[in-house]
Nanobody, 123 residues
Framework: QVQLVESGGGLVQAGGSLRLSCAASGDTICISTMGWYRQAPGKERELVATIISGGNTKYVDSVKGRFTISRDNAKNTLSLQMNSLKPEDTAVYYC?????????????????WGKGTLVTVSS
């Protein structure tokens, strides 16, 4: 199994920056794609950014040019650098990891989640 713990959330003024971190533990060798999701009150959860082991990244249009996702496979950490923050970025941000099938003693491609970290952007 894989455990994920997010950190780095907080209160920041519009235009400011925050860096979120996600520490993975357990069967980290079984992790393929990792990503950040967010969910604002009354809104559906949305994918913010993803990164595969090889380094390919994807971003939702609303954060392109402002957010950067990165991954340190050796340290088993995932980061999200958020610059030029806007009030609409306010949400609980969740770390996600997809497990490789037939790894970690299971034939299933497991989906792992952290418990989230709150980001609040004030105007």
């Amino acid at each position: 199994q894989v455990q994920l713990v997010e950190s780095g959330g907080g209160l920041v003024q519009a235009g400011g920056s925050l860096r979120l971190s996600c520490a993975a533990s357990g069967d980290t060798i079984c992790i393929s794609t990792m990503g950040w999701y967010r969910q604002a009150p009354g809104k559906e959860r949305e994918l913010v950014a993803t990164i595969i082991s090889g380094g390919n990244t994807k971003y939702v249009d609303s954060v392109k040019g402002r957010f950067t996702i990165s991954r340190d496979n050796a340290k088993n950490t995932l980061s999200l650098q958020m610059n030029s923050l806007k009030p609409e970025d306010t949400a609980v941000y969740y770390c996600n990891a997809d497990g490789t099938p037939y790894c970690s003693g299971t034939p299933f491609g497991m989906d792992y989640w952290g418990k989230g970290t709150l980001v609040t952007v004030s105007s």
